[in-house]
């Protein structure tokens, strides 16, 4: 059954620093999302994409956070200066539609920001 | 307000039981509703959808009134493997923008 990976499992790095987070979204999927949820907290909606550009994002997706689909397999998100704050875990969603179609998420990205 | 609102929880129930979830969401424009799973610092994963006409998997009927802005979750005969924390999901803005809740945690116990 095909399903939405992503790379690391585990990212732990400096307050301050760059990281990008990888994602290969299900192949025939067109619409991508990323979510974070910090520990004990709910699932927060970051960002959808679409034909190459961003359909929505929230107020959480401030300057910091940019996304990317380089190629046609991977979706990407990178945080430009992590913060203490952006400790959390990340996870990529995908889907066929949009409205009334089911979501397929990736097993998460724990980002441990120090 | 909160976008969507769940009952807090826990439910610790036995098993067998039948427990019922409640989810309020507030904005009118809302499209499509959900109901994901998800196990303990795991992914989320559909549960079931949720229509007006309300719909039925297995152990599982999920009901939406949307006059009330209100979702439900109902689970007969609960299993041990049930046990997770089931969340309230509505997507808007033409299915661009996903809200979740903050989760309703079930234990079923032996």
Known sequence: EPEVTQTPSHQVTQMGQEVILRCVPISNHLYFYWYRQILGQKVEFLVSFYNNEISEKSEIFDDQFSVERPDGSNFTLKIRSTKLEDSAMYFCASSTGVAYNEQFFGPGTRLTVL | ?110
Not at chain 2, 47 to 76: H, K, W
Not at chain 2, 88 to 94: I, R
């Open chain 2, 1 to 110: 307000r909160k976008e969507v609102e769940q009952d807090p929880g826990p439910f610790n129930v036995p098993e067998g039981a039948t427990v019922a979830f409640n989810c309020t969401y507030s904005n009118s424009a809302s499209q499509s509703f959900f109901w994901y799973r998800q196990d303990c610092r795991k992914e989320p994963k559909l549960l079931m959808s949720v229509y007006s006409s309300g719909n039925e998997d297995g152990r599982f009927t999920a009901q939406l009134n949307r006059a009330s802005q209100y979702i439900s979750l109902l689970i007969r005969d609960s299993k041990l493997s049930d046990s997770a924390t089931y969340l309230c999901v509505v997507h808007h803005t033409g299915g661009f923008k996903t809200i979740f809740g903050a989760g309703t945690r079930l234990f079923v116990k032996a």
